[in-house]
């Protein structure tokens, strides 16, 4: 399902709302919420949102617990961190206890030995399910989400949940959930704003279907929800 707003502001507000909504419906039903944020500048807007007053009230963050979709592998304080960013806009500003908190960087470990690591903790707080309330994505130009890039090796992946591999392009190492354990989830929003993303957007949802281009296609949930939040350019409807 895909949505169009006519600006980033209206995109951060529902994905807000819908954030809340998530959290409050799991913690009724389960005693708890199991989130999974994403990266980049898009999610920004909505992570201030979340923690502004009018909101953060909304949620009883004793009982979240938040995990990461993908990670570029550099420490926690670097510019580059996912984590950074969300701590910056979110975490550090509303009452979540920092246990409940699984960056997906740990100093001393190699990228493929803490994916090993970041999946055992994943199944020890969802159990073989493996099913989080809620996954927040982005989409980049080139069609990728996560850490699922075009051409690589990780988008045929079929057993992990999390891996890490050395992206060449980028000269970076990264760890990502993989689109199995995504597509377990209940509930999946993506993000996508700007007219840059209209080209790969429109091929994702409407062209051919070639998940080696457009990682973006292999995210089909088992059982779950999947909504596009996207602004007017990246909808080509402008």
């Keep these: 399902m895909i949505q169009i707003y006519n600006n980033t502001e209206e995109i951060n507000s529902t994905a807000a709302d819908l954030f809340v909504k998530a959290a409050n419906e ?37 009982k979240v617990f938040i995990f990461w979709g ?16 969300s701590y910056n806009t979110l975490l550090s500003h509303v009452p979540i206890p920092s246990e409940n908190i699984f960056a997906m960087y740990k100093d001393g470990n190699t990228p493929e030995d803490y994916a090993v690591v970041y999946e055992q ?16 994505l982005g989409m980049g130009d080139d069609g990728h989400t996560a850490s699922l890039f075009p051409g690589q090796a990780v988008l045929h992946e079929q057993n992990k949940w999390v891996d890490a591999y050395y992206l060449e392009p980028q ?15 209940a509930k999946i929003i993506v993000i996508a704003f700007g007219d840059k993303k209209a080209p790969a957007l429109n091929e994702v949802l409407n062209g051919e279907y070639n998940p080696e281009k457009y990682p973006m296609q292999l995210i089909k949930p088992v059982s779950g929800e999947l909504l596009f939040l996207v602004d007017k350019n990246a909808a080509g409807t402008n």
């Design 26 to 62: 799991s913690i009724a039903k389960k005693n708890r919420f199991t989130a999974v944020l994403t990266g980049g500048s898009s999610p920004a807007g909505i992570y201030k949102l979340l923690a502004s007053e009018d909101y953060k009230s909304k949620i009883d963050w004793s």
């Design 70 to 85: 993908d990670e570029r592998w550099v420490p926690l304080n670097d510019d580059l961190s996912n984590a950074k960013m």
């Design 121 to 136: 903790t994943i199944r020890k707080i969802l159990g073989e399910e493996g099913k989080f309330d809620l996954i927040l």
């Design 171 to 185: 000269k970076m190492h990264r760890i990502t959930l993989t689109a199995p354990l995504i597509n377990k989830a």
